[in-house]
Nanobody, 113 residues
């Protein structure tokens, strides 16, 4: 199982980013996928999750209305669209297969003016 996150960067408050997670080594179209984040000095926290057929999307309260999770099963990729970014969104963002304890290297998102 291999997960590779990309798309992070340095942005100003209010701007947007799209994170991608390319997956391999398992049957992606059958897997629930999650995005997590970990800010400096804080524990890793669940941000969003999506069901295999995209019929269910769930979000942490602190990102509702600002972030959106999506997936492309043909490309074995899950996305996290980050909108209206705030400084408190600064963190390393990770994707994860819900039922597997495998993590990618993460992608850094920094929101700063």
């Amino acid at each position: 199982v291999h997960l590779v996150e990309s798309g992070g960067g340095l942005v100003q408050p209010g701007e947007s980013l799209r994170l991608s997670c390319a997956a391999s080594g398992f049957t992606f179209e059958n897997a629930d996928m999650n995005w997590y984040r970990q800010a400096p000095g804080k524990e890793r926290e669940l941000v969003a999750s999506i069901s295999p057929d995209d019929s269910r999307r769930q979000y942490a309260d602190f990102v509702k209305g600002r972030f959106a999770i999506s997936r492309d099963n043909a490309k074995y990729t899950v996305y996290l669209h980050l909108n209206s970014l705030k400084s408190e969104d600064t963190a390393v963002y990770y994707c994860k297969v819900r039922d597997l304890n495998v993590w990618g290297q993460g992608t850094q998102v920094t929101v700063s003016s």
